[in-house]
């Protein structure tokens, strides 16, 4: 246990409903009046990307219960300082033992989680993983995890679940599908009927929500709005095509726009932070990388938009948090873009969850992908909510 392990300990997970042969006494029945009624039922979710790998236990209203975190080991043996202690400090001398590693780290964070008094409320869980993803095949091939190609984690996760008592199911979504999930959920696309919702970090992706529900395709990766091409004649992106809105809009491609046009920083940060900082000062250069990163954004939503009549655009991600310097290019553009009369209402608004939307999204697409009629009807907490 470390202090980012906020749970109380146990000697070994309690018994998992599934595992049990007559009702138990405990009083974590599901339907339960009072204060805590609608939350009997939990989902674990676990939220893996190229730093850290965070769990959660989350109640049907969205609230955390209990939370691990473990850092992401590296890809490679080589160059990467001393290795983490623990399941996952063994040597990543090849790249099936960096695999192992990576998966090492997963399974600590369940064995953490499972330790918590309330893992016998856990019903389901949700995996949200940096993509390419391949839900239909329960596989992931990370560009940001280069040790994981084709890995098997919904196979090897549901196994240390029930390793652990809890043969649940589970789900595999990408990570822009799960921020789309926990922001209509419990954020800025709240109540919306049809919306875009994009992460605009490192890389850039996204999620979509049409008629009301998640909508993450055969695969798990629909709205993957990242590697849509906006410059038929654009440069080559990483996926092997060209002009990606990825490629235009991401911080590292900001931030490289704006070196080539010139720009020299005050200190030693080259990121897209440090643009968007000398953009909110003034600085042209920065502004005009900004505004080529809002354009590119700008295209893309204007054209889900036509093909989906999506009625918002939620952005999140690091890219966002530049605020205005991202924002007020983005709707400027998009006013020329979004031309045809049932698109230029759409509205631009930026994401509310913050760094717990990977969990919550995570939890979110496991109880509306994952439902359990014997164990829901029992529960009167309200699914996500949806404009009527």
Sequence with gaps: MTAADALTPADA??????????????????????????????????DIGGTKIAGALVDRRGALHATARRPTPPSTGRGHGAAPAGAVGAACASPGAAAE????????VITTLARSPEWARVTRCGLASAGPVDAARGTVSPVNITAWRDFPVHARAEAALARHGAPVPAV????????????????????????????????????????????????????????????????????GSRGCVEALASGPAIARRAAAMGWRPTGADRSAAAVAAAARDGDPVAQAAFDRAGRALAAAIAGTATLLEVEAAVIGGGVAAAGEVLFAPLRRHL??????????????????????????????????????PALDAADPAPTPPRRA
């Design 335 to 372: 006013a020329t873009y979004a031309a045809l009369s049932f698109v230029r209402g759409i509205e631009v608004v930026p994401a509310s969850l913050g760094t717990d939307a990977g969990l919550v999204g995570a939890a979110a697409a496991a109880f509306e992908l994952l439902p359990d």
């Design 101 to 108: 590693a990576i998966m090492a780290a997963v399974t600590e």
């Design 172 to 239: 595999l979504v990408g990570d822009g599908v799960a921020m789309a999930a926990a922001e209509h959920w419990l954020g800025a696309a709240r109540g919306r009927r049809n919306a875009l919702c994009m992460v605009v970090s490192t890389g850039v992706g996204g999620g979509l929500i049409l008629d009301g529900r998640l909508r993450p395709g055969p695969t798990g990766n629909a709205g993957h709005i990242g590697h849509v091409s906006v410059e038929v004649d654009g440069a080559p992106c990483a996926c």
């Design 13 to 46: 997970p309690p018994p998992h409903p599934a595992t049990r042969t007559r009702a138990p006494a405990a009083p974590a029945t599901r339907g339960a009046s009072g204060p805590d009624a609608g939350s009997a039922a939990l989902s674990l979710a676990i």
